[in-house]
């Protein structure tokens, strides 16, 4: 295959690229990595809790889980007031990101 093939190929996948690199952008914090240590521990945690259980600011986690949320990797449920957050175990990325990160964060 040669280089304008590959671009022709590259090209005609640009919209998965793109969804691909805002998965990428919804974890490429440390703070957005501490959000989904405590979901892949935790079911679902209501917002408020996911601040006060990481270094991150208030305003930081709801940035994150804002981007987390749009990438497909989170599922958010309200009751009443109170919004929380659990993972998208439905997701592919969702799956296999939470096979590496559980074993990395056991060791």
Do not use: H
């Not at 590259?10 to 405590?38: G, H, P, R």
């Not at 945690?45 to 600011?57: D, V």
Request: aromatic share 6%.
């Amino acid at each position: 295959m040669n280089s304008q093939q590959i671009q022709s190929e590259m090209f005609s996948q640009e919209e998965l690229i793109q969804d691909i690199a805002a998965i990428f952008d919804s974890v490429s914090t440390d703070c957005k990595l501490e959000i989904i240590y405590l979901l892949i521990r935790i079911d679902e945690i209501p917002s408020g809790e996911i601040a006060k259980l990481t270094n991150c600011s208030p305003s930081q986690v709801s940035q994150s889980l804002a981007k987390m949320l749009q990438a497909g990797l989170l599922v958010k449920s309200r009751n009443w007031k109170e919004v929380s957050y659990s993972l998208n175990r439905k997701n592919p990325f969702v799956l296999g990101l939470s096979q590496l990160l559980s074993q990395s964060f056991t060791r």
